[in-house]
């Protein structure tokens, strides 16, 4: 097991990722660390761990979230001061000399991206979502689905290849999402708990007079006297059009009274807002291909946030081709017990006065 | 490789009707410039009603039962929320969509496309018109019992349709209870087990 200390940093003070110098902007903005406690969440839902050996890797990359309680490990490597993705690289390769079956490792699309450039398809992963940009299909869906895909792999199963992304940070950061593909890793295959890779925006004539009419609609129905969050993505912007509000694509940008109160907001801008504001809904679209409304690409809803706006203030709108295309909802905020309360039916508005009653899944 | 494409996606039988009524059918063509004899369509609705095993009085025939769902969507829809299933029938969707003042599709999730029976009901705080197919189509799912039927229509401002359609495959009915519960109604068709989509007969 292998752990990216500084991943998904960035995702509660807005940052989109925590690529070279932004790991020190995270920590200024008062970032704080996500994947320790997805390590343990992993780690502490191995029921069946008689069968495995466990080797982590040193310091904060690993043996620093092991407790005495827990299955017996070896350390492997050493690491000295701040990691790098170089230590992440070095680690995961001394672990596939040492001999090791499966590697276990936590964070996102970069650290994916650096397990791939060290292993490549000599032995299979198990990638545990800790990142801002979790966009990988590689990726399990949670980190309970995660220690479930280990078990399976304890227990045998046939291995297939998932894909590996490249996302421009940058480009992200701009507001874009560009993304290549980097290659593939292998993973046990249980399909239902890995997430899938996200699918484009639809773009289709019917696909914008989806959005168009959701817009209509949802801007018919708000409250002046609610302060809205709207989420990232497509959907979300063209509410913000219908409103005549520009929107920053892949951000989350608050709305009152039909104006624009806020843009790019991070955790500590939207609690901001929360003392002023009392009554608050947030607005969300789910990512195409996997179905995620909370827990990737806006790691800003952060558990604080989302416990101060009811699960009833949380709306969810998606087009009909892209609700038809998910099995289901899915939330993965990184605390069990706020997913579990977010699970069950919610409403989502698919068109003018038209809701579908959608299961959400964590 | 196949000379020619099979037709699977209007879900209608692969084979014809039997010769008897293809016989019938061929010597009535002569008959195309009158309208249907009354006597005859009184017959057949005795003979409906003998099938069903549901009065006279509660039978109403028309061309195909999409147009008969269509009719009662139009009629029906009129100051009542509207809910169905996703997936559905499509042309209850379609016709829900253009007339339903709101709109409440509940979602059959994969891998079992089950309905939530506490998921429904909690709809039915206000009049509605729900429509159901049972079995599901496409899922071939049975979505409703007996019980779930009663706790439906015991509310006094929801209208129930069911759409048997598929009724003579799954061989689930709940026709013995329209006359005890006036709010609700069945479509049946004869597109499907009797191998009559083109002669347009529903009820």
């Known amino acids: 097991m292998i752990v990216n200390p500084v991943a998904g940093m960035g995702g509660s003070v807005g940052l989109k990722g925590t690529d070279g110098e932004m790991y020190n902007r995270a920590i200024e903005l008062g970032a704080r660390p996500v994947t320790p406690k997805r390590t343990r969440d992993v780690l502490s839902h191995i029921k069946n761990n008689e069968r495995i050996t466990l080797f982590v890797a040193p310091g904060k990359m690993g043996e620093q979230y092991m407790r005495s309680d827990d299955m017996p490990f070896t350390v492997i490597g050493t690491v000295a001061g701040d990691t790098s993705k170089e230590d992440t690289k070095r680690i995961s390769e001394e672990m596939v000399n040492s001999g090791i079956e499966l590697l276990v490792f936590v964070g996102g699309d970069g650290t994916a991206r650096d397990i791939y450039d060290a292993i490549n398809s000599k032995i299979p992963v198990v990638a545990v979502p800790g990142g801002v940009k979790v966009f990988s299909s590689v990726f399990s869906v949670s980190a309970r689905a995660a220690a479930e895909m280990i078990e399976a792999f304890v227990e045998s199963t046939d291995l297939i290849e998932e894909e590996v992304l490249d996302i421009d940070e940058n480009a992200f950061r701009e507001g874009r999402l560009a993304s290549r593909l980097y290659g593939y890793l292998l993973v046990p295959n249980v399909k239902k708990l890995l997430q899938g890779a996200k699918e484009a925006s639809g773009i289709s004539g019917s696909s914008v007079e989806w959005k168009k009419e959701i817009a209509t609609y949802t801007v018919e129905e708000m409250d002046k006297r609610v302060l809205y969050l709207l989420g990232p993505g497509t959907t979300l912007k063209a509410i913000a059009d219908e409103l005549g509000v520009l929107k920053t694509l892949l951000g989350i940008d608050a709305i009152f009274e039909g104006k624009s109160v806020g843009k790019d907001l991070n955790e500590k801008d939207i609690l901001a807002l929360f003392d002023k504001y009392k009554k608050r809904k947030i607005i969300l679209t789910p990512i195409g291909g996997n179905g995620f409304i909370l827990g990737r690409g806006s790691k800003q809803f952060t558990p604080e946030v989302i416990k101060q706006v009811d699960r009833e203030n949380i709306m969810v709108v998606a087009t009909m081709d892209k609700i038809n295309r998910l099995d289901c909802l899915r939330v993965d905020t990184g605390d069990l017990d706020l997913d579990r309360l977010l699970s069950g039916y919610m409403e989502v508005t698919v068109g003018h006065k038209e809701k579908m009653m959608v299961k959400v899944r964590c | ?203």
């Open chain 2, 1 to 203: 490789m196949l000379k020619e494409p099979i037709k699977l996606n209007m879900n209608e039988v692969a084979y014809p009707p039997s010769k008897e009524i293809i016989e019938t059918a061929r010597k009535s063509l002569m008959d195309l410039n009158r309208y249907s004899d009354p006597e005859d369509m009184e017959r057949l609705l005795g003979l409906l009603a003998d099938y069903s095993g549901v009065p006279k009085k509660h039978i109403i025939q028309s061309p195909g039962s999409d147009l008969l769902l269509r009719e009662i969507i139009h009629t029906y829809s009129k100051g009542r929320k509207i809910v169905i299933v996703s997936p559905s029938f499509f042309p209850t969707v379609q016709a829900a969509k253009q007339f339903a003042t709101k709109l409440i599709s509940i979602r059959l999730s994969p891998p079992d496309f089950d309905l939530n029976p506490d998921l429904l009901l909690d709809q039915l705080n206000e009049p509605c018109l729900v429509i159901l197919d049972n079995p599901n189509n496409p899922t071939g799912k049975i979505l409703l019992d007996r019980k779930m039927v009663r706790s439906i229509v015991d509310h006094r401002d929801v209208l129930l349709v069911v759409d048997e359609a598929y009724y003579e495959f799954s061989g689930v009915t709940f026709a013995d209870m329209v006359q005890e519960h006036p709010n609700l109604a069945i479509t049946r068709t004869m597109d499907k087990a009797f191998s009559l989509a083109g002669a347009r007969i529903g009820t």
